[in-house]
């Protein structure tokens, strides 16, 4: 791959004075790099927004055909290529599973929450015959006013609903075959994303003196240590434990994550999350911190905006921000300081009106738009992509951006596509025959158990100046393609100790990085295109 850095004016010198020139051409390119960073592509930011909780059929099951009886209207370009659907794969009245996949209306965007457990969802995935789901991840009894019907696990939306993501498929790139890096919830997912690696992590008390859990560690070693498959809250967190209310043990995470890797090469970088911003201030030490702010989503149902266990970062003590201090002003944004790189999704949106978008950013919705099923839905998320993205796209850095939206797990909603395995295990408690033959054929990296996967397949997306344009990759990727992306565009190099950035599919299927077709595609607050515009990507 080429490094795209500036070219010096020294370079330029006529020949008889190149070898004069020789050092301050270096000299040049030096300070540019500092100043930017010498990256492999032209993208010199890049933005993941991670959300929550949906499989890829869940929302591309019949894309690019929408039934345009309710929502908003949607009709797909001429052009548009073939994905892996449930209805390209003839699945919507045929079906191997109990029930039939039934389209979800966009008045039905507030749905139960399903069972998204590591071992459930191997359950359901029955070998890769997918044709279990009922049985396995299937949850119909909710809070009263949420949609149920039998079968819910199945069911889908369709681009009357979810039109922004369909929109931002036509007009950008979208892989039909990115998944989980393992089986698993939220918590996974998102360590996956930093590092590659869920093994590496021991449960402690409140107080942090090391214990037992089975819930926080499974398949411990004798010195507690080892993989996390559940949702436990960090310790390096104030707001752990519902504020401190509850008593619960907490997960801390040993190794590296690419925050090191990007601190190490001097590279500006932030993880920004809703309700991150505490509603009672840290006041010194015997005090904690209170993330108590809430919001409502278009049901009216009100949650609290901040996760602990949606919040990586926060497991590890070298890049955690127990106290959830404010960055110490909005230029230092990225840098280290006593914000420790973790800010509110406000910082962000601070961030980028004062030109200040650090070279990295990983963005996390409050929970109310986050995408995930029993508080959140897809008319709420887009909200918030529209929102953001709109704004990137307006910002003068958005030459040289890329946008990923990913997600952290697929709630255990039905796809009917499974991944070929790339590391197995063979926990007898845990492990289904997708992972336990997986063993025997292409191993257990470092011998650390319940880490199979690639998991549940999720959609990821690709939106930027570089992406190619109505486009879909078949690539088999997952979470750790995005970790690998960056560890490869800013030379950080590889988190090691058996990472799955080390096996991941590369996302460059996704890019045109050669002869870019530059777009500014913004969106109405329904999903709708607003207005399309050719843009000149930076290309160094």
Same mark, same amino acid.
């Given at each position: ?403 990923? =939206? ?5 709630? +255990?909603?039905?796809?009917?596509? /499974? &991944?070929?395995?790339?590391? %197995? $295990?063979? !926990? ?57 992306? =960056? ?5 950080? +190099?590889?988190?090691?100790?058996? /990472? &799955?950035?080390?096996?991941? %599919? $590369?996302? !460059? ?32």
């Amino acid at each position: 791959m080429h490094r795209f850095t500036a070219v010096g004016a020294a370079s330029l010198a006529v020949a008889g004075l190149v070898v004069a020139s020789a050092t301050a051409s270096s000299a040049h390119d030096q300070r540019d790099d500092a100043r930017r960073g010498a990256t492999a592509t032209p993208i010199k930011h890049l933005v993941v927004i991670f959300n929550e909780n949906v499989s890829f059929d869940h929302y591309f099951a019949t894309y690019p055909n929408a039934a345009n009886t309710d929502g908003t209207r949607f009709t797909a370009a001429h052009a548009t290529p073939r994905a892996n659907t449930l209805q390209t794969a003839g699945l919507l009245t045929s079906n191997p599973n109990s029930a039939l996949p039934q389209r979800l209306s966009s008045s039905q965007a507030l749905t139960c929450d399903q069972n998204h457990g590591y071992s459930a969802e191997q359950k359901a995935a029955d070998g890769g015959r997918n044709d279990l789901y009922v049985q396995n991840t299937d949850v119909e009894t909710c809070t009263p006013g949420l949609f149920t019907e039998p079968g819910l696990v199945m069911d889908y939306y369709d681009g009357n609903t979810v039109t922004g993501l369909w929109n931002y498929a036509q007009h950008y790139a979208m892989s039909d075959n990115s998944y989980s890096t393992t089986f698993g919830p939220s918590t996974p997912g998102a360590i996956n994303l930093i590092s590659g690696q869920t093994h590496g992590i021991h449960a402690v008390t409140p107080t942090g003196t090391p214990t037992t859990d089975s819930y926080v560690v499974a398949s411990p070693d004798a010195n507690g240590v080892g993989t996390v498959i559940n949702d436990p809250d960090p310790y390096y967190d104030d707001c752990s434990n519902s504020n401190a209310t509850r008593s619960n043990n907490l997960a801390v995470a040993s190794g590296k994550n690419v925050g090191d890797l990007l601190n190490a090469k001097g590279v500006t970088w932030g993880w920004f999350q809703g309700g991150f911003k505490p509603t009672t201030p840290y006041a010194g030490p015997g005090t904690k911190a209170v993330c108590g702010a809430k919001s409502t989503n278009i049901g009216g149902g009100a949650s609290l905006d901040y996760s602990p266990h949606h919040s990586p970062f926060e497991y590890y003590a070298s890049t955690s921000n127990p106290h959830h201090l404010a960055p110490s002003s909005v230029a230092a944004i990225g840098h280290t300081d006593q914000a420790n790189h973790n800010y509110d999704v406000s910082d962000f949106d601070a961030a980028l009106a004062a030109g200040n978008l650090p070279a990295v950013s990983f963005v996390k919705a409050p929970e109310y738009q986050d995408g995930h099923a029993g508080y959140s839905d897809p008319i709420d998320e887009q909200h918030f992509l529209v929102k953001e993205i709109n704004a990137l796209q307006k910002s003068p850095d958005w030459s040289s951006t890329a946008v990923v =939206v990913a997600y952290d797990d697929s709630d +255990g909603w039905y796809d009917h596509q /499974s &991944a070929v395995i790339t590391n %197995g $295990s063979n !926990d007898p408690a845990r492990d289904s025959a997708i992972c336990t033959s997986a063993a025997a054929t292409v191993g257990v990296a470092g011998g650390y158990a319940d880490r199979c996967g690639p998991g549940t397949r999720q959609p990821l997306l690709v939106i930027s100046p570089f992406s190619k344009t109505n486009y879909v990759d078949h690539t088999q990727t997952d979470q750790a393609s995005i970790l690998s992306f =960056v560890e490869t565009n800013w030379g950080t +190099g590889r988190i090691g100790d058996f /990472s &799955a950035d080390a096996k991941a %599919g $590369s996302l !460059d299927g996704l890019f045109n990085f050669h002869r870019p077709v530059g777009r500014q595609v913004l969106l109405n607050t329904d999903g709708s295109v607003a207005s399309v515009k050719v843009t000149t990507p930076q290309h160094d």
